[in-house]
Nanobody
Framework: QVQLVESGGGLVQPGGSLRLSCAVS????????MGWYRQTPGNQRHLVAS???????YYVDSVKGRFTISSDTAKNMVYLQMNNLKSEDTAVYSC?????????WGQGTQVTVSS
């Protein structure tokens, strides 16, 4: 069974930075797609960034130039470096892995951008 555990969320002032980490346990294919989603209260979860075989494949327009997704396959880790954070980035961020036909999600970590 694949399990994902996020860490690194918290409270940060506008313009600040945070680095989210996702520890992936269990066996996953090297062809697995990994990513980060975010969700605000009352809204659907939206894809923020994704990565495949170590290469970023998608960023939502609102984070381009500010966020960077990366992975460390040896450690089974996925990261999201978030710079120049804005209040509209406030959300619960969840790690995601698509391993073959199966989708796996972490429980999420809260990111709050506020002065």
């Amino acid at each position: 069974q694949v399990q994902l555990v996020e860490s690194g969320g918290g409270l940060v002032q506008p313009g600040g930075s945070l680095r989210l980490s996702c520890a992936v346990s269990g066996r996953i294919s090297r062809l697995a797609v990994m990513g980060w989603y975010r969700q605000t209260p009352g809204n659907q979860r939206h894809l923020v960034a994704s990565i495949f075989s170590g290469v970023p494949t998608y960023y939502v327009d609102s984070v381009k130039g500010r966020f960077t997704i990366s992975s460390d396959t040896a450690k089974n880790m996925v990261y999201l470096q978030m710079n120049n954070l804005k209040s509209e980035d406030t959300a619960v961020y969840s790690c995601y892995v698509k391993n073959g036909p199966n989708d796996f999600w972490g429980q999420g970590t809260q990111v709050t951008v506020s002065s």
